[in-house]
């Protein structure tokens, strides 16, 4: 009877638990890999209502407490935290009596307690980086910024291998932590097609955001300088005195409030609405019902919302930051415009907003490479057959959990 | 009998006492026939290192070389800890029987080893954080108060120096007195003491373990 691999992901985040797009990613994949022949289980943090224990199509998730006590500050609580988690694993992989064959580690959230399983049950690793330190802060400023890219680096160099979502993050990891390129597999984030076949009201839906003859220009991400919301509000007055349209924004940041003065300085204030927070569901009817997706950002990993805008078939207008040259290809599958300049984000919204035609053909283009390239069930194949490779390589070495008397104990 | 002791110091890296009581307490132990082994801290001296005597050092660096507090230092640390020990416990066939963890810093590996291979530890406490930070309650002194708390629970033994040390582990705590021996450092039966506190902490009389050393 061929035994069927157990792997077991390691994430802070998972739904309901969602802070950043670690949760949608573990979420995503994970189930997409049980629909393979895996044995899918997450370990992750608590969350008011959701269970310690359920199973999610296919997929077993656990729920370990957080650290209750007062933190010092963020890091620390992240590494008492790990503790948590590392007791659960332990116990997990001792329950399926040791035949965890892979455990994958999300970002240096779990460093500790992956690493430490790895070891005490001498369980191959991988690590999945998101994205680093470095790029966050664009350099690193101040020793805790450093004791995280640190963290970071050595997740990285304790993986069998690493994966990272586009060629430029592999590229980033590559010189942060140095790790060799070979050992980086780019593998890029899905999106999930279903969350986009809701039956809904569209006049109805839309009338909330933007009247009726006003296009509906969209940005979803967190008000924060590298996601370039700033670079958006300068090009709207240039927008706006070719087309009459609405500046939907959804997402927080510290940047809120200083958007808003400036839009007030620039007389845009009733152009501009900013949503806050919105639920996933409502988020997905909004790329549906807009007219073009701007993604203005200055440093981007991946670009789920430029997929998100493509998977809604809504036209995408983007910078070539980071993993958005991989996915938008300017006059193909969407429309690339410089960085950081607002005369350039505003010609490329006028193109989309201008020339229906054109706006259609990018948008088939899209949504084609989207279900090629972009749909988990191909995504998890990808990652299974790191799994095989990692396992393979494993299965031929001598660092298994057997206890062999006349071995020497290594340094 | 094979015994793992962990400990943050371990000469020739002397920073306060606990480096020459864990060597001074080491070397006897060699002495009386068991197989020892000393998993510490060094970031530069790192490997094993065989003495001529029996005792085998093993010195692991902290993988992550920045931090903002002692705390932060231990936690990362404590995942290299735990990969010598394993590595140890896997290269004896699993035959380690007790490990010795010394102070706050050593409870967080002593835990996880126990859990993953049902090896029953001694905490051995030399202090704790509220006499280092007399009255201090920052979430930083928390921490480290919950990590000893934590100890005293999963530990087999807790061992001590003093009585007064188990009073105070006793009210700050709430340790059950019987859960903790202490045996003072000046006595003449000193390591004998101790050799008895490792006996009730796995559980089986020592003859055996006499026996398991010849072996």
Not at chain 1, 41 to 70: C, M, N, Q, W
Not at chain 1, 94 to 121: E, F
Not at chain 1, 283 to 290: D, E, I, N, S
Request: hydrophobic share 40%.
């Amino acid at each position: 009877m061929v035994q069927r691999r157990n792997i077991l992901m390691l994430s802070w985040e998972f739904p309901p638990r969602i802070v950043g797009g670690i949760a949608a990613h573990v979420h995503d994949l994970s189930r997409a890999l049980a629909q393979t022949d895996l044995d899918v289980h997450v370990i992750t943090l608590e969350f008011p209502g959701a269970e310690d224990y359920e199973e999610i199509e296919g997929v077993h998730v656990l729920r370990v407490d957080s650290y209750k006590y007062p933190s010092p500050d963020f890091a620390s609580w992240t590494f008492m935290m790990n503790l948590n988690l590392q007791a659960k694993g332990i116990e997990l992989i001792r329950s399926l009596k040791s035949n965890v064959d892979v455990i994958h580690a999300h970002d240096w959230l779990v460093a500790m307690a992956a690493v430490g399983l790895k070891h005490l049950l001498r369980v191959p690793l991988l690590a999945t980086i998101h994205s680093t330190e470095y790029g966050r802060r664009n350099g690193l400023h101040t020793d805790y910024q450093t004791m995280i890219h640190q963290t970071e680096s050595w997740l990285s160099h304790e993986a069998w291998r690493v994966i990272c979502c586009s060629d430029y993050m592999a590229s980033q990891v590559s010189w942060a932590f140095g790790v060799p390129r070979q050992n980086i597999e780019a593998i890029p984030n899905g999106v999930d097609l279903d969350k986009f076949r809701a039956n809904f009201d569209r006049e109805n839906f839309r009338k909330k955001f933007a009247s009726p003859d006003e296009k509906l220009v969209l940005f979803v991400g967190r008000l924060v300088y590298e996601k370039g919301a700033g670079v958006l509000i300068e090009a709207i007055p240039k927008v706006l005195s070719n087309v009459d349209a609405k500046f939907v924004c959804v997402g927080e940041g510290y940047m809120k409030d200083v958007l808003i003065s400036r839009a007030h300085h620039l007389g845009i204030t009733h152009k501009i609405y900013f949503t806050g927070f919105l639920d996933d569901p409502t988020v997905k009817l909004l790329y549906r019902v807009a007219d073009v997706c701007v993604v203005p950002s200055l440093y981007e990993p991946f670009g789920i919302v430029a997929l998100e805008g493509m998977a809604a078939r809504t036209p995408v207008v983007t910078t070539n930051a980071g993993g958005l040259s991989e996915i938008v290809e300017h006059n193909k599958t969407g429309v690339r415009v410089y960085l950081n300049d607002p005369d350039s984000l505003a010609w490329g919204i006028l193109r989309v907003l201008s020339d229906k035609k054109y706006a259609e053909r990018l948008t088939q283009n899209a949504y084609k490479k989207v279900v090629e390239v972009y749909n988990w069930n191909r995504i998890a194949e990808r990652t299974k057959s790191v799994y095989e490779r990692i396992l393979h390589e494993y299965e031929k070495g001598s660092w298994k959990p057997v206890s062999t008397q006349s071995s020497k104990p290594t340094s | 009998m094979r015994v793992l002791i962990i400990a943050w110091e371990f000469p020739p890296k002397i920073v306060g006492e606990l480096a020459l009581y864990v060597s001074r307490v080491a070397a006897q132990l060699v002495r009386k026939n068991f197989d020892v082994y000393v998993v510490t801290h060094d970031d530069y001296r790192t490997g094993l290192d065989q003495r001529q005597d029996g005792l085998k050092v093993f010195r692991v660096a902290n993988p992550v070389k920045t931090h903002i507090s002692v705390l932060t230092w231990d936690l990362t640390l404590a995942a290299e800890f735990e990969r010598a020990s394993s590595d140890i416990i896997y290269s004896t066939a699993r035959t380690v029987s007790l490990i010795d963890a010394h102070e706050w810093l050593c409870v967080i590996p002593a835990i996880a080893l126990k859990k993953a291979f049902d090896i029953p530890f001694v905490y051995s406490v030399h202090s704790i954080e509220d006499q280092r930070s007399r009255g201090a309650t920052s979430p930083f002194n928390l921490a480290i108060t919950n990590l000893e708390r934590l100890g005293c629970e999963e530990a087999e033994r807790v061992l001590v120096k003093s009585t007064e040390m188990r009073d105070e582990l006793k009210i700050r705590y709430g340790v059950s007195p019987n859960k903790i021996d202490v045996v003072q450092p000046s006595s003449d039966t000193w390591i004998d003491d101790i050799l008895k506190v490792y006996e009730k902490a796995i559980r089986a009389p020592l003859q055996d373990f006499w026996r398991l050393a010849e072996a």
